[in-house]
């Protein structure tokens, strides 16, 4: 059963992580769903399928391992747990034991970014940089809690590994109306049209985008937004596209270090491509452990607020534009 | 109940007939360490030549001609740097040409590499290599034999130094809560890491209490007594008891080469041909002494 919810609601994406999983669980009789002891949001899901839930207790290694030697039977294994434990602690099992074979392991979790108020041992700041890292693996990033199902039930039918980043996930705003995007893993989303700038990011901080374009649409400023929740395979073309249509101004905001995550994705295809930009502004993390305080507070004191990305896009625009730049 | 109807009915051996097999398996890894330029880990493919022969001759329940069949057996090659010794093992079974084996081995594009790789080698259950991988995926592989109701086992080769990886007992935890008792390990406890002797920078002991405290069946033989080994395997509880069981097998590293016997620089190595005349004496020394 899909879960009902409404535009500009609050929506927990752990709760649509649990209730996408109980429904899948019932088509998919090969799907299972394990994790290090971070289990409270999918009861519904063991309490359907208790005999395809395995809950391992504090051991991340043993539970990708565990994951990765049920694919090779032809199972399809979803770890659930927290970013910071699963990308880094795991991190070779996923490489080794899931990527190299190519098994279709899903591997889902919070806390990606500063969110939470855990502290650095808690932030996965650096997960996107590790992930995409990896051959074989899929990289995405969801804000949209809603999204987060339609994500999870694309990712049954894929062959390979698939990292799935949320931020904290207990409340989350919903961002787009049923049906308003095509949601496909790979493509990025245009979640507000525009032509002065592009601002991109993923995950927790779309909302932020659109609340700096909302902003600047004051001043007559017309601020496109492209959530790229996909980050590996990423979506060169939108890229070349935001260069095309918006001046070669180019603002990347994410809740991940500022360098290795998005923005370092983007200045890739940017190279590659030989893409000519008029703007590059990139709004993340520091090298910095970031200490405690709420999600917003952090994000401001290390200079990826709201504020900031609307300095950093009014900076993008004051550019002249390209070709005439050169 | 298990089903061995398919399986070796063509091929039964003998304690003796292993034991001879054993001996070819150790000749052909000395042949091919004496033909490949690069390193072989000779020292811990020769301490568990024993067990591959056991277990690819007597023990599991595969077949190379049907190895997508979902009865067989699987085994998990924890120890990846052993894969040579799987390699040929599994050759002398019929899954692979030992020729394809010398002629290729690592070498560009070729399927037989230094650790397994299922992709490339398909008949090899896992991809390992790097330590203490091996039993998750064992584990993983018991609990989806548990749930679709089959029979066959799950068997892991682990060395003894690998088990100083905390994942390998993250593993051991999760088979004892899942009553996994089609999960068999094998141990080869030859007593050397690379670099240092067992006990020496590291202690192991006690060590079967330590794989006692996590919940398993315990059963310790002579890794090199074929008699033992095959006894060790019959007597296997039913795949539907609820204890995982490890069988920790005493070798030696290096064993049947006198020079390589005991010996850290046998870790890994190469024969130029007179050093390989001179193992495959040695090699024919052993057999005769422990006939007698």
Redesign the interface.
Known sequence: MPVTFTFGEMLSARSVIGTTLAELGETHDNLWVLTPDIGATLVEFRDKYP??F?D??L?E???????????????I?VVSGMLPFLSMRAL??IR??VC???LPVKIIGTHGGLVGNGGSTHYAVEDLALMCALTNMTVTSVGDPAMVGEVIRQSMTMAGPLYIRLAVGKKDKVLYAEGEHDIRIGKGIVARQGTDATIFTHGTTVAQALDAADELAKDGRSVRVVDMFTLKPIDAELIAQCAEETHGRFVVLEDHLAYGGLASRIADVVADRGIHLSAFERLGIPQVYAGFGEDEQLRDKHGYGLAATVAATRRAIAQPAWPTSH | MRDPAVWLTDDDPSVAELEDRAYELRSKLLHLCGTYEGAVHIGGDLSAADIFTALFHHGLNVDPHDISNPRRD?F?LSKGHAAVCMYIAMSMRGFFSYDGIVDTYGQLDSAYGMHP???QLPGV???T??L??G???????????R?RGEQHRVVCLLGDGETGE??VW??A??AR??ELGNLVAFVDRNRQLMTSFAEERVVFEPYPDKWRAFGWDVVQVDGHDMGQLVGAIDALPATDSDRPTVVICETVKGKGVDFMEHNLAWHAGSLGAADLERAMAALAASRKKETV
């Open positions: 005999d395809r395995l391992v207790g051991a290694q043993a539970c990708v391992g565990i994951a990765a030697g049920l694919a090779y039977d032809g199972n294994p070779e099992q080794s034991d190299y074979p190519n | 699987r998990v790789c299922k992709v259950e896992a991809s290599g790097s203490g991988h039993l998750p995926l064992a584990v993983g592989m018991a609990l989806s034999a749930h905390g994942s993250e593993a935890m999760a809560s899942n």
